[in-house]
């Protein structure tokens, strides 16, 4: 069997057992392990199923992936989301859809601490969509708020998803998340420009302004405020790697839920089960991918692809729009750390080629993959709404998000066209 006939029957066993439901991670693995044996011979595609899992699990560089996941887990439960609604709305709830814009900040303040969208999304729900249905907000307007605003939580620092793109690309992963904080800042600035320029007409009346209450509010988001500057501070200044970060978040969370009463023994022991099931699913997707790479090696697969885009003559920037058409084309069919796991190994490469940085890339294609977020038919931040608001339909929430979508791809074209906004940030560390 050729390389060629090999690899196009790998893709088509991994969509065909996706298309089954079997797990993603699993499905790569059982492809990269039986077409690297087809290719190369049993033996070694054994050894590999043996060595790979050992190598990714011990891998250091990877031991912050459960660490920012518990510091995520243990905010949540710490109450620190409800805080920032509150202070958002003491500060923001003088403008009309001041709600909106107080979801909007509490989402990019929670992401700063969590780094998942589906977890940002799904406690927002909870938190602000009772008070924008109490005050008057359409659903289209206020379930499309959140779901946007979650998509906040894979961009702003510390991202769960920007790590695992610094693993494959070999990428330092703490310039990565420096390089999210303004795509970030500008993410939430764009959004709440939206729901005043958008929605402003449909929003109730502000509520009135007490300036005794905002600054008492300030009181209640002092542990993310220190989260944030032990966190991400450090890592710009050179203080901390970013593993060690990690450590530093999850474990400061627990101490400041713990002193607060916030958490207890319990509740401890419950984040900590939380955080290593949500783990090791990722891992296995790593592991997956890992020996997917393996089979994508032996078959030659991104060198082939990287020669084909780059004969089309369709120019550097012609052929970037080509990726990330593809990315936002898959994107509305997988999640988005299985589109990240699967299709970056196979990208990466004619992106190198063609001269981009890496580090501008990955904030290209995460805020590329944030659109299959929002997007039907899977828009996964959109059903985990649904399954929280289920009075609201998924075509109201669809129908709520669509600006952001919109302002998601003039931003995406701002960034493109001036890397400079991504980059500065990074190159100020060195």
Same mark, same amino acid.
């Given at each position: 069997m050729?390389?060629?006939? %090999?690899a196009?029957a790998?893709f088509a066993?991994l969509?065909?057992?996706m298309?089954?439901r079997?797990?993603i991670?699993?499905a790569?693995g059982?492809?990269g392990?039986?077409?690297?044996?087809?290719?190369v011979? +049993?033996?070694?595609?054994?050894?590999?199923?043996?060595?790979s899992?050992i190598?990714?699990?011990t891998?250091?560089? $990877?031991t912050l992936? @459960?660490l920012?996941i518990?510091?995520g887990? $243990?905010a949540?439960r710490s109450g620190m989301?409800a805080? #920032?609604?509150r202070?958002?709305?003491?500060?923001?709830g003088?403008?009309?859809?001041g709600?909106g814009?107080?979801?909007v900040?509490a989402?990019g303040?929670?992401?700063?601490?969590c780094?998942?969208?589906?977890?940002?999304?799904?406690t927002?729900t909870?938190?602000?969509? !009772?008070e924008?249905?109490?005050?008057?907000?359409p659903d289209?307007?206020?379930?499309?708020i959140?779901? %946007?605003?979650g &998509?906040?939580g894979?961009?702003i +620092?510390?991202?769960?998803v920007?790590?695992?793109?610094?693993?494959?690309t070999?990428?330092?992963?703490?310039?990565?998340f *420096?390089a999210?904080?303004?795509p970030?800042i500008l993410?939430v600035?764009?959004?709440m420009l &939206?729901?005043?320029?958008w929605?402003?007409r449909?929003?109730?009346?502000?509520? !009135?302004?007490?300036? !005794?209450?905002?600054?008492?509010?300030?009181?209640?988001?002092?542990?993310?405020?220190l #989260?944030?500057?032990?966190?991400?501070?450090?890592m710009?200044?050179g203080?901390?790697t %970013?593993?060690?970060a990690?450590?530093?978040?999850? /474990?400061?969370t627990?101490? *400041?839920?713990l #002193?607060r009463?916030r958490l207890n023994?319990?509740?401890l022991l419950d984040?900590?089960?939380?955080?290593l099931? /949500?783990?090791v699913?990722?891992y296995v =997707?790593?592991i997956?991918?890992?020996l997917?790479g393996?089979?994508?090696a032996? /078959?030659?697969? !991104?060198?082939n692809i990287t020669?084909?885009?780059?004969e089309l003559?369709?120019?550097?920037?012609?052929t970037l729009?080509l990726?990330?058409l593809l990315?936002?084309?898959?994107?509305?069919?997988?999640?988005?750390? %299985?589109?990240?796991i699967?299709?970056? @190994?196979i990208?990466? +490469?004619?992106?190198?080629?063609?001269?981009f940085? @890496?580090?501008w890339?990955?904030?290209?294609?995460?805020m590329t993959v944030e659109?299959?977020l929002i997007t039907p038919?899977?828009g996964?931040? =959109?059903y985990v709404?649904?399954?929280?608001a289920?009075?609201v339909?998924l075509?109201?929430i669809?129908r709520?998000? #669509? +600006?952001? =979508?919109?302002i998601?791809?003039?931003?995406?074209?701002?960034l493109i066209?001036?890397?400079a906004l991504?980059l500065?940030? @990074?190159?100020s560390m060195?």
């Amino acid at each position: 069997m050729t390389n060629e006939l %090999a690899a196009v029957a790998g893709f088509a066993a991994l969509f065909g057992m996706m298309v089954l439901r079997v797990p993603i991670g699993v499905a790569m693995g059982i492809v990269g392990v039986g077409g690297f044996a087809v290719v190369v011979h +049993p033996s070694p595609a054994m050894n590999l199923l043996f060595q790979s899992p050992i190598a990714t699990i011990t891998d250091f560089n $990877l031991t912050l992936i @459960p660490l920012f996941i518990l510091m995520g887990v $243990l905010a949540t439960r710490s109450g620190m989301s409800a805080e #920032l609604f509150r202070a958002g709305r003491a500060w923001l709830g003088g403008f009309k859809g001041g709600l909106g814009l107080a979801s909007v900040g509490a989402c990019g303040g929670f992401a700063a601490i969590c780094g998942s969208s589906v977890a940002t999304a799904a406690t927002m729900t909870n938190i602000a969509y !009772p008070e924008m249905k109490k005050s008057g907000y359409p659903d289209a307007a206020s379930t499309g708020i959140i779901a %946007a605003g979650g &998509t906040l939580g894979i961009l702003i +620092p510390p991202s769960v998803v920007l790590a695992i793109y610094g693993f494959i690309t070999e990428t330092d992963i703490g310039t990565l998340f *420096i390089a999210g904080i303004v795509p970030g800042i500008l993410a939430v600035l764009l959004y709440m420009l &939206t729901v005043r320029v958008w929605y402003g007409r449909h929003l109730p009346a502000a509520e !009135p302004f007490h300036l !005794p209450e905002a600054l008492g509010s300030l009181k209640g988001i002092w542990a993310v405020g220190l #989260l944030f500057i032990s966190v991400i501070l450090s890592m710009y200044f050179g203080i901390v790697t %970013a593993t060690e970060a990690a450590a530093v978040g999850a /474990t400061m969370t627990a101490i *400041i839920g713990l #002193l607060r009463r916030r958490l207890n023994w319990t509740s401890l022991l419950d984040g900590l089960t939380e955080a290593l099931r /949500t783990s090791v699913s990722i891992y296995v =997707v790593l592991i997956g991918a890992t020996l997917f790479g393996y089979f994508l090696a032996v /078959t030659q697969v !991104p060198q082939n692809i990287t020669m084909f885009l780059t004969e089309l003559g369709a120019g550097t920037y012609g052929t970037l729009a080509l990726i990330l058409l593809l990315f936002f084309v898959m994107g509305c069919f997988l999640d988005a750390m %299985a589109m990240i796991i699967l299709m970056v @190994p196979i990208v990466f +490469p004619v992106v190198s080629e063609l001269g981009f940085d @890496p580090v501008w890339f990955g904030i290209i294609i995460v805020m590329t993959v944030e659109l299959g977020l929002i997007t039907p038919p899977v828009g996964m931040n =959109v059903y985990v709404i649904n399954s929280i608001a289920r009075e609201v339909s998924l075509v109201t929430i669809f129908r709520g998000v #669509l +600006p952001f =979508v919109t302002i998601d791809v003039l931003r995406l074209i701002l960034l493109i066209a001036f890397p400079a906004l991504v980059l500065f940030l @990074p190159e100020s560390m060195k």
